[in-house]
C-alpha cells in the first residue's frame, strides 16, 4: 500500500496552473454550490483519493496553499465507455468533504494527455491508463534480453498519449553490456533519451531526476523491471511494497497493484503502475508513425504512393533491407504492429455502428410502443 510522503505540498506542485484554473472556473461557474479543484491521485472501485488544497477557495491563490489527502465517491458517470471514467492523475471538479459526507467527483477538467490502451473485454474499448502527463517513462530491465517488440508497443502507446516517452534501462548494475543494450534500445526508440540507471549505486539517477523535476510522469513496463525499486529511488523513500523477481526467466511479482499519483521531493509527481503483461493498442496510429519514423521517411521514396512493403517493385523499405540498412525484426514488428492496430480500429468502428443501430432500434419500437403512426 503506498502512503503519501510526509514533504509539505502545494496544489502547484501537483501541476496546478492557470490554465486549469481556467477550465474548473468553467465548471464552477454554473454551479450554484461550491466546487473544489482537486487532482485524483488513486482509484479504488468507485472511490477514489483526491489531493485538495487546504484553502477552500477558487481564486488563484489556491494554489499556494498546503495540500491534503481526502476520499472521494465518483459521481455516477452517464455512459458505459471507460475513457470517459475517472483515472489516476485526473484533475476535478468537487463537492467538498464535510463532517458528514465525503467529497464527491463532479466532473473531470479536459484532460491534456492521455495515455490509452485497449481493454481485454470483447467490446474493443479504450482504458485510460493516467491522464494529464508530461513523460512516460518506459522501464526497461538491463538483467534479461529486452524484449524490443515489447518496447516499440509501449513507445507507441506513449507516443499517442501526447506525452514524451522516456526509456530507462533499469539494474545497470546486473549488466555487463549495458552500452550493447542501449545502442539497440536507441534503434528501437528512434527521438527517445535512452538513460542507464541502476537503484542500487544511483548511476543515472541524478540525469533522471533531473529531467522529471517539475512535471508529470508515469512509470511503465512489464513485472519485474524494477519500477517499484526505481519509484522508490526517486521518492527518496520506501514508498511502494518491492519483491523479487525470478531466477529463471527474471519476471517478477505484482507489488504495485494500483496507479497511484506520489509527490517527488525535487519537484513533480510520479504515477506509479502495476506491471502490463499484456499491452494491446489502441488508435495508436500516429504512434506507430513516430515509433518506425524511418520506415515512414523510407516509404516515401517508394515508387507506388500505397506500397505495402512486401514485393512490390522499387520499394524502398525493402531495399534498405536489403542493403542492411533496415532489420527484418525492425519491419516485422512494424508490419505486425500495424496490423494489430488496424484490427482495433475496424472492430472498434463496428460497434459504434452496432450501438447506433441498436439506438434507433430501440427509438423505434419505443415509437410502436406508444401507439404512433407514421403519416402517410
Known amino acids: 500500500m503506498s502512503v503519501l510522503p510526509e514533504i509539505p505540498h502545494t496544489l502547484a506542485d501537483y501541476g496546478w496552473d492557470s490554465a486549469f484554473a481556467e477550465d474548473f472556473s468553467l465548471h464552477h461557474c454554473h454551479r450554484t454550490t461550491d466546487l473544489i479543484p482537486g487532482r485524483i491521485i488513486r482509484v479504488d472501485r468507485g472511490r477514489c483519493d483526491v489531493v485538495i488544497s487546504t484553502r477552500r477557495s477558487t481564486s488563484s491563490d489556491t494554489s499556494t496553499a498546503p495540500v491534503t489527502v481526502v476520499p472521494a465517491d465518483i459521481a455516477p458517470v452517464h455512459t458505459s465507455d471507460p475513457?470517459?471514467?475517472?483515472?489516476?492523475?485526473?484533475?476535478?471538479?468537487l463537492d467538498p468533504p464535510s463532517a458528514n459526507t465525503l467529497a464527491t467527483v463532479r466532473a473531470l477538467l479536459p484532460r491534456r494527455t492521455a495515455m490509452v490502451r485497449s481493454t481485454s473485454s470483447k467490446r474493443s474499448e479504450g482504458q485510460v491508463l493516467a491522464a494529464n502527463v508530461d513523460h512516460v517513462v518506459v522501464a526497461v530491465c538491463l538483467a534479461t534480453q529486452p524484449d524490443l517488440g515489447?518496447?516499440?508497443?509501449?513507445?507507441?502507446?506513449?507516443?499517442?498519449?501526447?506525452?514524451?516517452?522516456?526509456?530507462?534501462?533499469?539494474?545497470?548494475?546486473l549488466a555487463t553490456d549495458a552500452e550493447y543494450v542501449r545502442a539497440d534500445t536507441e534503434a528501437a526508440a528512434p527521438g527517445v533519451q535512452v538513460l542507464v540507471v541502476s537503484s542500487e549505486t544511483g548511476e543515472g539517477i541524478d540525469v533522471l531526476s533531473a529531467v522529471l523535476a517539475g512535471s508529470t510522469s508515469v512509470l511503465i513496463g512489464r513485472s519485474g523491471a524494477g519500477k517499484s525499486t526505481l519509484a522508490n529511488t526517486l521518492l527518496g523513500q520506501e514508498v511502494q511494497e518491492v519483491n523479487h523477481t525470478r531466477d529463471s526467466d527474471g519476471k517478477g511479482r505484482h507489488t504495485t497493484v494500483a496507479r497511484d499519483l506520489l509527490p517527488l521531493p525535487f519537484g513533480g509527481v510520479l504515477i506509479d503502475t502495476p506491471g502490463l503483461r499484456g499491452v494491446g493498442l489502441w488508435d495508436a496510429e500516429s504512434g506507430l508513425q513516430q515509433v518506425f519514423s524511418e520506415i515512414e521517411e523510407l516509404a516515401q521514396e517508394c515508387r507506388f504512393h500505397d506500397c505495402a512493403h512486401n514485393r512490390e517493385p522499387g520499394c524502398a523499405v525493402l531495399n534498405a533491407v536489403e542493403d542492411g540498412a533496415l532489420t527484418v525484426r525492425r519491419l516485422e514488428s512494424y508490419r505486425k504492429l500495424l496490423r494489430e492496430n488496424a484490427w482495433i480500429a475496424s472492430r472498434t468502428d463496428a460497434r459504434l455502428r452496432a450501438e447506433r443501430l441498436r439506438h434507433w432500434k430501440m427509438i423505434h419500437k419505443s415509437v410502436r410502443d406508444s401507439g404512433v403512426t407514421r403519416r402517410r
Open 83 to 93: 475513457m470517459e471514467w475517472a483515472c489516476t492523475g485526473d484533475w476535478v471538479a
Open 150 to 173: 515489447r518496447l516499440e508497443r509501449f513507445l507507441a502507446l506513449a507516443w499517442e498519449s501526447g506525452a514524451q516517452p522516456l526509456v530507462v534501462l533499469t539494474k545497470a548494475d
